[in-house]
């Protein structure tokens, strides 16, 4: 009972963090289809509850955003938690593997750029924030 108390408070914590930096949860498919047909540019960080989604992904996905140029949409899909959720996600992300934690970058529900976990794991949080800000830099406008 303890482990999935535990568990269960990791991935709240995860939830949390990601929501305080400004991402919408997409938490079904429906969620996902009406988040992906906005117009403009939308950055999805496929969340998850290991070790580099904590210590580089989700940092990385907190202080990208703060750059001239950034997505008009920041959302979320969690990773083992919200399945479905996170299955149609990838649905959009033509050609690339499941990875997570990682991120897509769509303009106007097509998929612009992606940067998988080999892109995030083992890096610092600074060096995924460059690669972030690069993607904004080529896809999206002035804040």
Same mark, same amino acid.
């Given at each position: 009972?303890?482990?999935?108390?535990?568990?269960? &408070? $990791?991935?709240?914590?995860?939830?949390?963090? @990601?929501?305080?930096?400004?991402?919408?949860?997409?938490?079904?498919?429906? &969620?996902? &289809?009406?988040?992906?047909?906005?117009?403009?540019?939308?950055?999805?960080? $496929?969340?998850?509850?290991?070790?580099?989604?904590?210590?580089? /992904?989700?940092?990385?996905?907190?202080?990208? @955003?703060?750059?001239?140029?950034?997505?008009?949409?920041? +959302?979320?899909?969690? /990773?083992?938690? &919200?399945?479905?959720?996170? /299955?149609?996600?990838?649905?959009?992300?033509?050609?690339?593997?499941?990875?997570?934690?990682?991120?897509?970058?769509?303009?106007?529900?097509?998929?612009?750029?992606? $940067?998988?976990?080999? *892109?995030?794991?083992?890096?610092?949080?600074?060096?995924? $924030?460059?690669?972030?800000?690069? /993607?904004?830099?080529?896809?999206?406008? *002035? +804040?």
């Amino acid at each position: 009972m303890f482990q999935f108390q535990l568990f269960n &408070d $990791i991935v709240e914590q995860a939830r949390r963090e @990601i929501v305080a930096a400004g991402y919408e949860e997409l938490r079904t498919p429906k &969620d996902v &289809d009406q988040a992906f047909a906005r117009k403009g540019t939308t950055l999805v960080m $496929i969340n998850s509850v290991c070790g580099c989604a904590g210590g580089i /992904a989700r940092p990385a996905a907190a202080h990208a @955003i703060h750059y001239d140029k950034r997505p008009d949409y920041l +959302v979320t899909v969690f /990773a083992g938690q &919200d399945k479905e959720a996170t /299955a149609r996600a990838r649905e959009y992300f033509d050609g690339h593997p499941p990875s997570s934690p990682s991120f897509a970058l769509l303009k106007d529900g097509k998929l612009c750029t992606m $940067i998988p976990r080999h *892109e995030i794991e083992g890096h610092e949080p600074v060096a995924v $924030i460059q690669k972030l800000q690069a /993607a904004f830099e080529q896809y999206c406008d *002035e +804040v």
